[in-house]
Structure formats: C-alpha cells, structure tokens
C-alpha cells in the first residue's frame, strides 16, 4: 500500500487514496478551514470502518451493526506538554 500527501495549509493535508481523494483538515476553532475530518478523527473513522468489515468478514451474520467510538482528547499529550502514558519496551 503506497500513498502520499500534500500539506497545502498548516492544518491541511489532500491525499490521493487509490484515485480517491481524501481531505484531512483541522477544524476552523483549531486554525484550519473544516475541509475535512482533523487526524484524530480520521483515525477514529477507520477504527469504525475496520470494525464492521472485520466483524463481518468472520463468518458472523449480522443483520446490524451500529458502532460507537465516545473518545476523551487530551490535547496536552498532542502538544507534547506532558510525557507519553505508554512505555515500550524490547
């Protein structure tokens, strides 16, 4: 899987996603113009969408499937203010 991206903003980034282009853009409160979901969205987005593929692909027959993400942002971790929680270890 290859792709690439071109930061047209400080907050904005278009990305060609096998000819299908994709907007990641910050919300105009965070500095950017709402073209797109923000980074954190993006990636909450995909969580949900591999969610439903990966429970359907199990042989699971699911007639519906309603999938929920309520996430707490800690914008001091993303402004590098604090540490990281995580320790990765060898």
Request: charge should be negative; glycine fraction near 10%; include cysteine.
């Amino acid at each position: 899987m290859k792709m690439e991206g071109t930061g047209t903003s400080h907050s904005r980034t278009d990305i060609d996603v096998h000819g299908l282009p994709v907007i990641i853009d910050e919300p105009e409160e965070c500095g950017g113009t709402n073209k797109g979901p923000s980074p954190t969205e993006t990636l909450m987005t995909a969580l949900i969408g591999c969610t439903n593929v990966i429970a359907h692909k199990h042989g699971n027959e699911i007639s519906d499937m309603h999938v929920a993400i309520d996430e707490t942002y800690d914008r001091q971790g993303v402004m590098l203010e604090k540490k990281s929680k995580f320790l990765f270890r060898r």
